[in-house]
């Protein structure tokens, strides 16, 4: 084993640890500040199952507060990160990406009639999956039947043609919904935030999400193969077909339960995949993992700083923009020669 494969071994966990400790970084962090020691305290008081003492201020803040909003930032941003690691794999595309691709706007679409009906979470999860699978699917027809033309910018293009489209039916859906009770969320909810997650949210929407993050990792390997084309693929006895269809579903899947909780946070699928492909290279064994931990690091400083820098909470969508619009820029101006 050489010596970069052995520093590769421990690389995930020394990952693990540093998000462990941001995570606790980030519960100290707020509008209201509380000592590092006093989180340690509540935090082994409440896994200890100690209830004698009355819960104080902060106790109740840090555990029914922010504590959600960690958990679902690390699991959101780590979810979108995988779903546009594995999307620009299998499309071969750099510029491919759940809010690239119509995904995000689809599982919008499905989450925003979930809300226009006040259905459960449940059912807002389900609707989000079926409108972020139809988007994919829809932009892959586009794509099969446009074959004269560059197939990334076709993808593209039928990306924003989708998102174009579920983007008019939200408008309607706004324009009919009730303006003092539905409208109000709907319209922050299109922003991105965290602020109105719970415990309970997690509970509902976190099987969905480790279950595709799952899938993803244990065939990481064949996404490289397929990364390479269908050729490839195929020569390596890998039947395309079916993976692809594993794949797009399982990253839909994680798209759409991120979707039904934090809304709309865009750039996340598109930036840090690359970012992860500076550090880790184009192998999907490691790339993957390390898209997963930057993801969920990055999301959480984000929602960190939403939370902390002013008197009022600033949307996610609007942080995550001022990072991934000039990434987008970049992108274009270097031409991605490296795929």
Known sequence: ?????????????????????????????????????????????????????????????????R?????????????????????????????????????????????????????????????????????????????ALVRQRDPALVL????????????????????????????PTMTYWMLGSLGAVTLHD??????????????MTLLRWRLTVLSFGDEDARAVGLDVAWLRGVFIAAATLVTAAAVSISGVIGWIGLVIPHVARLVAGPDFSRLLPVALLLGGAFLLVVDTLARSVMDIEIPLGILTAVV??????????????GW
């Open 202 to 215: 997690l509970t509902v929407t976190m099987p969905a999400l480790v279950a595709g993050v799952v899938v």
């Open 156 to 183: 593209v293009l039928a990306g924003v043609a989708v998102s174009s489209l579920c983007g008019a039916t939200i408008s309607l859906i706004k324009l009919l919904a009730d303006p003092y009770t539905q409208l």
């Open 1 to 65: 084993m050489s010596r970069s494969e052995s520093s590769w071994r421990f690389a995930p966990l020394w990952g693990a640890l540093a998000l462990l400790g941001l995570a606790f970084v980030s519960l100290s962090l707020g509008r209201l500040g509380i000592d590092p020691g006093e989180v340690l305290a509540v935090s082994l008081r409440r896994l200890a199952g100690d209830f004698t003492e009355a819960p104080s201020r902060a106790e109740i803040v840090l555990w029914n507060v």
């Open 324 to 337: 991934g619009a000039p990434f987008f820029l970049f992108l274009l101006a270097r031409g991605e020669r």
């Open 67 to 143: 504590l959600p909003r960690v958990l679902a930032a690390v699991s959101v941003g780590a979810a979108l990160s995988a779903a546009g690691a594995a999307y620009q794999g299998l499309f071969h595309n750099p510029l491919a990406a759940p809010d690239v691709l119509g995904v995000s706007a689809g599982a919008s679409l499905g989450a925003m009639l979930g809300l226009f009906f006040s259905l459960p979470v449940a059912a807002v999860q389900g609707l989000a999956f079926a409108g972020g699978l139809s988007a994919v699917a829809v932009v892959q027809a586009i794509a």
